[in-house]
């Protein structure tokens, strides 16, 4: 695992996401820091916000230029993890 800055972590591209299916939601925490992954095996550590419903909740990815969160999202509790590896794996998949 390699860190890019201080936001985007490179992890092995031997680790792969798996199907939905196979996938498993972390326990989840509100304010606990959590990895999420968008593609090409590199993961943002985020902060878990809201737990939404059974299935969703809303994580915030820090942006060092400013106060609060620079980005904000709405994701299944199963695409979250709670290592970069764990949130690779638990990536969404076209």
Do not use: W
């Amino acid at each position: 695992m390699k860190e890019k800055d201080d936001r985007t972590i490179s992890v092995n591209k031997s680790v792969k996401p798996v199907h939905i299916s196979m996938r498993n939601a972390p326990k989840l925490i509100i304010n606990d820091t959590y990895y999420i992954s968008f593609g090409n095996n590199e993961v943002k550590p985020c902060i878990l916000l809201e737990i939404v419903d059974k299935n969703k909740v809303r994580v915030g990815i820090k942006n060092n230029s400013k106060a609060g969160y620079g980005d904000v999202y709405m994701v299944l509790n199963t695409e979250i993890g709670t290592s970069p590896e764990e949130a690779v794996i638990n990536e969404q998949i076209s």
